[in-house]
């Protein structure tokens, strides 16, 4: 089993930043992707960034220049700095892992941050 925890979420004006982050715990050792997604109102949920096993990073067309995601390991945590902040942007964000658990590969889902992006 892996647990994670976003945090970080909150209102910002147009042009603003914010930087989510996301603590994982339990068989983190067992983790081979990681991402960052996003489902807005009335929408599906669609993949914002991430990371592979390989160490490389992708990023969805409508972010990429503006939000960067990176992890640290030692404290086993991921972030997503997101600058020039739209109100398209707005959605509630999810922290994904994808790892090994009882025989295959499953995603793990975090309870999701609320980003609304507002004048």
């Known amino acids: 089993q892996v647990q994670l925890v976003e945090s970080g979420g909150g209102l910002v004006q147009p042009g603003g930043s914010l930087r989510l982050s996301c603590v994982a715990s339990?068989?983190?050792?067992?983790?081979?992707?990681v991402g960052w997604y996003r489902q807005a109102p009335g929408t599906q949920r669609e993949l914002v960034a991430t990371?592979?096993?390989?160490?490389?990073?992708t990023y969805a067309d409508s972010v990429k220049g503006r939000f960067t995601f990176s992890r640290d390991n030692a404290k086993n945590t991921l972030y997503l700095q997101m600058n020039s902040l739209k109100p398209d942007d707005t959605a509630v964000y999810y922290c994904?892992?994808?790892?090994?658990?009882?025989?295959?590969?499953?995603?793990?889902w975090g309870q999701g941050t609320q980003v609304t992006v507002s004048s």
């Open positions: 994904n892992a994808f790892a090994w658990a009882a025989g295959y590969y499953r995603h793990y």
């Open positions: 339990g068989n983190i050792f067992n983790i081979k992707d």
């Open positions: 990371i592979i096993s390989g160490g490389t990073t």
